[in-house]
């Protein structure tokens, strides 16, 4: 009888281990799934913030290039500027001498 009983004991310590180690395996494997939701969730927000610099980048250059495009213009205008100025005193010369 005492043989039964220790082996009906170590078979029951056995199966609890057992049903002990598989919940604890689910529940292990319930939070790798959690844990890779998460993981997804912040790639997805990665490819959103990088499509967002990428356009950001192509915004930054359309406006560097409208800058290099103002400059061009303000330089012609300078010029004009200096040609009117010449010819106001060109102009001006002339007044002086004929009063």
């Known amino acids: 009888m005492e043989k039964n009983n220790d082996f009906q004991q170590l078979f029951d310590l056995m199966t609890d281990t057992r049903t002990t180690m598989i919940t604890q395996f689910d529940l292990m494997h319930k939070k790798f799934e ?3 939701k998460r993981f997804d ?12 610099q990428t356009a950001l980048t192509k915004r930054v250059g359309n406006v560097e ?3 290099l495009d103002m400059n061009a213009r303000m330089l012609q205008v300078e010029e004009s500027n200096e040609n009117v100025a010449t010819a106001l005193q060109a102009i001006s010369k002339v007044l002086k001498q004929t009063l």
């Not at 969730?41 to 967002?52: A, P, S, T």
């Open 41 to 52: 969730r912040v790639e997805d927000r990665l490819d959103r913030i990088e499509n967002e």
């Open 65 to 67: 290039v409208a800058q």
């Open 34 to 36: 959690e844990i890779d």
